[in-house]
C-alpha cells in the first residue's frame, strides 16, 4: 500500500503514546503523548488545521487571504507551517520577549512578525492583532483563546486519539493550558467517558485558581488570563507547577527517557508523576500530553536544563 501524504497538514495528528516506565511510581503508569511529533512540533498544530480548514469552510477566510493570529511562539509556527502550506499570507503578533529561535523558525517559513511588549503579555498582543485584522483586507483573525474551533479540534483529534490508542483504559489525562484549546477539547470528549481532566498552570501564575497573573519562565504555558474557551469549572482539577520543578523534570524526561522536550512538557510530566504519587491512583492509567519540542526552546530554558 503506498501511504504518500498530499502535503504537510495531513500530517497533524495520531502521535504517538509512549510508556515513561522510569518516571512511573510503581503501581501506576504514566504514558506520554508525544505532540513534538506533529509537523511544526508541538500541538499547536492541531487547533491551526482546525481553525484555517473552519474558517475556509464557512467562507471567513478567502483563498490567498491573510490569517491573523497572537501567539508567544508554538501557535504562531503552527499558524505559519499550515497557513503558508495552504497558500494563505500569514501576519503573527506577538510579545516581544520570544525567543530568538521562535522569532527565527517564523520568518524562515515566511510568517510577517509584528512584535508587543512583554510587560502587556498576550493581551497587548490580542489587541493588536484584532487592529491588523480590521485594518487589512481580506484578513481573518483565527482568536484561538476564544475560537471553538480550536477546542473542537482537539476533542475530535487528541482527546479520541487518547481514548481509542489505549483501548480506553486510561483514567485520567494530564493537559498543559496555554490558548486552552488542549484542556477544553480533552474535558469536553472525556466527560463522556468518566475520564479526569488535570490541568497545568504556572506555580506563579495561577490564574486558574484564582491567584494573578504574573511573569514566569515556562513559554507555551500561562497566558496571565482564563482563555474563554475554557471553563475551568469542567476541570477535575488543576495542579500547579513551579518553573524549577519543570525544569527538573525536563532533565529527567532526557536523561532517563531519552525525550528530549520543551518546558511545558516538563510541567506536565512533572504535574502528571505527582498525580501518579496519590495513593488514588495506584494501579490506573494517567496520560500526559506533551505538548512541544526541546529545539527551539535551547537559549531560553534549556542550558540551565542541560
Known amino acids: 500500500m503506498v501511504r504518500i501524504a498530499a502535503d504537510i497538514s495531513w500530517l497533524v495528528g495520531?502521535?504517538?503514546?509512549?510508556?515513561?516506565?522510569?518516571?512511573?511510581?510503581?503501581?501506576?503508569?504514566?504514558?506520554?503523548?508525544?505532540?513534538?511529533?506533529?509537523?511544526?512540533?508541538?500541538?499547536?498544530?492541531?487547533?491551526?488545521l482546525g481553525m484555517i480548514q473552519h474558517a475556509a469552510?464557512?467562507?471567513?477566510?478567502?483563498?490567498?487571504?491573510t490569517i491573523v493570529e497572537c501567539s508567544s511562539?508554538?501557535?504562531?509556527?503552527?499558524?505559519?507551517?499550515?497557513?503558508?502550506?495552504?497558500?494563505?499570507?500569514?501576519?503573527?503578533?506577538?510579545?516581544?520577549?520570544?525567543?530568538?529561535?521562535?522569532?527565527?523558525?517564523?520568518?524562515?517559513?515566511?510568517?510577517?512578525?509584528?512584535?508587543?511588549?512583554?510587560?502587556?503579555g498576550m493581551r497587548a498582543a490580542m489587541a493588536r492583532a484584532n487592529e491588523l485584522t480590521r485594518s487589512t483586507d481580506g484578513a481573518y483573525c483565527l482568536q484561538a483563546?476564544?475560537?471553538?474551533?480550536?477546542?473542537?479540534?482537539?476533542?475530535?483529534?487528541?482527546?479520541r486519539e487518547i481514548w481509542e490508542d489505549t483501548n480506553g483504559?486510561?483514567?485520567?489525562?494530564?493537559?498543559?493550558?496555554?490558548?486552552?484549546?488542549?484542556?477544553a477539547g480533552c474535558a469536553d470528549f472525556f466527560a463522556q467517558h468518566e475520564v479526569e481532566v488535570i490541568a497545568v498552570?504556572?506555580?506563579?501564575?495561577?490564574?486558574?485558581?484564582?491567584?494573578?497573573?504574573?511573569p514566569h519562565n515556562s513559554p507555551g504555558r500561562g497566558a496571565g488570563f482564563i482563555p474563554d474557551i475554557l471553563s475551568p469549572s469542567r476541570l477535575d482539577e488543576v495542579l500547579s507547577v513551579s518553573d524549577d520543578d519543570a525544569r527538573t523534570t525536563n532533565q529527567r524526561l532526557m536523561r532517563e527517557e531519552s525525550l528530549l522536550l520543551g518546558p511545558a512538557s516538563g510541567a506536565v510530566?512533572?504535574?502528571?508523576?505527582?498525580?501518579?504519587?496519590?495513593?488514588?491512583?495506584?494501579?490506573?492509567?494517567?496520560?500526559?500530553?506533551?505538548?512541544?519540542?526541546?529545539?527551539?526552546?535551547?537559549?531560553?530554558?534549556?542550558?540551565?536544563?542541560?
Open 145 to 159: 483563546f476564544t475560537n471553538r474551533a480550536n477546542a473542537r479540534a482537539h476533542a475530535e483529534t487528541t482527546a
Open 269 to 306: 510530566a512533572c504535574a502528571a508523576i505527582s498525580l501518579a504519587e496519590r495513593d488514588e491512583y495506584a494501579g490506573k492509567m494517567i496520560v500526559a500530553v506533551l505538548p512541544d519540542a526541546a529545539e527551539r526552546n535551547l537559549d531560553h530554558w534549556m542550558q540551565e536544563t542541560l
Open 73 to 120: 511562539g508554538d501557535l504562531g509556527l503552527a499558524v505559519a507551517t499550515i497557513g503558508r502550506r495552504l497558500g494563505y499570507r500569514v501576519v503573527l503578533t506577538m510579545p516581544d520577549s520570544v525567543t530568538p529561535e521562535r522569532r527565527s523558525l517564523l520568518t524562515a517559513i515566511g510568517a510577517e512578525i509584528v512584535t508587543t511588549s512583554g510587560d502587556q
Open 14 to 48: 495520531h502521535t504517538p503514546l509512549v510508556d515513561l516506565g522510569r518516571l512511573s511510581p510503581p503501581g501506576t503508569r504514566i504514558v506520554g503523548k508525544l505532540e513534538a511529533w506533529s509537523p511544526s512540533g508541538s500541538n499547536k498544530d492541531r487547533a491551526a
Open 169 to 183: 483504559q486510561v483514567n485520567a489525562v494530564v493537559v498543559p493550558v496555554g490558548t486552552g484549546g488542549t484542556a
Open 201 to 214: 498552570q504556572p506555580a506563579n501564575s495561577a490564574v486558574l485558581t484564582g491567584g494573578s497573573a504574573a
Open 57 to 65: 469552510q464557512n467562507g471567513f477566510l478567502k483563498p490567498g487571504g
